[in-house]
């Protein structure tokens, strides 16, 4: 009985020297990993204490906290609590800004900030969420921001291709953008049309919205699509399905929304919170079967983190400086070209020619627009222009 009792405490021995390398190679593919991809939450309330519970919350299966809120990108002293205390959790940051100045009230602390973030959180602090929503906010409202500047940039516009280069000169010349610009920190927004020339105004990385029923394969078609013909980064937004509660849709259905988003090749997936009042929730409009798909998701990515990626392999081209909000193959919303002129004879074949080959190539399929200043004949396997004849 002597021998294998031997035996069996060699094969112990072996097998405990054995599992700490590999918990090491587990930990180290997972810390690799993460610097490649984030996932996390938006937040849009207006204390320290809110925030500091929803980073509590989320920190076991998050890594990224956007701080959205007005009152907080204010006030310095609220906005340096909560982004250490988001980095004291191992959490990376964005922070949201619709302005950037830097002399008057209640910003004049705004330059010396921007310029230090770096040194104080170092790669953690991610950058610099700058307005929301231009291209959206173009086709519905006609002008991308609320302010007189964008209004009356866009007035006047005598066709497409003038609409784009006022849309994409304004909001690039624009004192705020500039002003992050020369920060040289990393600019982000998130938009629900347009993405092709938000890119081209400057943005590093812009966030697909995916809710209001809208279909998901179409719009990160067209992000990612713009990000891979511009050598940009791409990422997803779970933002509202309903007006009412509980706004956003239900545990399952935001689960599958992040899994094509990150099968797509999303670098950021976020689920935007905000809250509602009166509503007494404390974690905004976030309830337990929200939190419960994200934890499922975070397990998901680090189990099986290349599993399933799908890349663009073919091509929709629009036509150049297409300013449509493409909402008619989706909702039959009628989307006024770059805000301002009703949709024309090419919507009905451009929107039936997207339609089949995304029911054709799903996931594979990358939106994009006609434009020379960039060479997209190399990157796909296939090609159709928005006129071709597509059975």
Not at 69 to 92: G, H, P, R
Not at 109 to 136: H, M, N, S, V
Not at 312 to 333: E, L, N, S
């Amino acid at each position: 009985m002597k021998v294998p009792w031997l035996l069996f405490l060699i094969v112990l021995l072996v097998f405990a020297a054995a599992l700490p390398i590999g918990y090491v190679h587990y930990q180290t593919e997972i810390e690799a990993y993460g610097e490649n991809f984030f996932f996390g939450v938006t937040y849009g309330s207006n204390t320290t204490s809110e925030a500091k519970l929803l980073i509590d919350k989320a920190k076991g299966y998050t890594n990224l906290f956007v701080v959205d809120s007005w009152d907080i990108s204010t006030n310095e002293t609220a906005l340096n609590e909560i982004c250490q205390c988001a980095v004291d959790a191992k959490m990376s940051v964005i922070v949201y800004f619709d302005y950037v100045f830097y002399d008057v009230e209640p910003w004049l602390w705004l330059r010396t900030w921007l310029g230090t973030a770096k040194e104080r959180w170092g790669d953690q602090f991610l950058g610099i969420y700058l307005y929301d929503e231009p291209g959206g906010r173009q086709i519905d409202m006609g002008q991308w921001h609320n302010g007189t500047y964008a209004k009356e940039a866009m007035e006047n516009a005598s066709d497409y291709s003038d609409a784009a280069n006022r849309f994409v000169t304004s909001i690039r010349s624009s004192l705020s953008m500039q002003n992050v610009k020369n920060t040289s920190l990393p600019i982000f927004t998130s938009d629900y049309a347009l993405y092709w020339f938000d890119y081209l105004a400057g943005y590093d990385t812009v966030f697909v919205e995916l809710g209001w029923d809208a279909v998901t394969t179409q719009q990160i078609a067209l992000c990612r699509g713009a990000a891979n013909v511009q050598g940009k980064d791409w990422g997803a937004i779970i933002t509202w399905t309903h007006y009412e509660p509980p706004y956003l849709a239900t545990g399952p259905e935001i689960y599958q929304d992040m899994l094509k988003a990150y099968s797509a090749g999303a670098k950021y997936i976020i689920v935007f919170n905000y809250p509602k009042y009166p509503e007494t929730n404390p974690y905004g409009i976030l309830r337990e079967e929200h939190f419960a798909a994200m934890k499922k998701f975070w397990d998901y990515v680090h189990v099986c983190p290349e599993e399933g990626k799908v890349k663009g392999q073919v091509a929709f081209v629009m036509p150049k400086d297409y300013g449509w909000g493409t909402r008619r193959t989706q909702h039959r919303i009628e989307d006024n070209i770059w805000g301002f002129w009703p949709e024309d004879e090419n919507i009905q074949l451009i929107g039936e020619n997207m339609n089949k080959l995304m029911n054709k190539y799903d996931l594979k399929l990358d939106i994009i627009y006609d434009d020379p200043r960039f060479n997209f004949e190399e990157k796909y396997s296939q090609i159709y222009f928005w006129n071709s004849t597509i059975d």
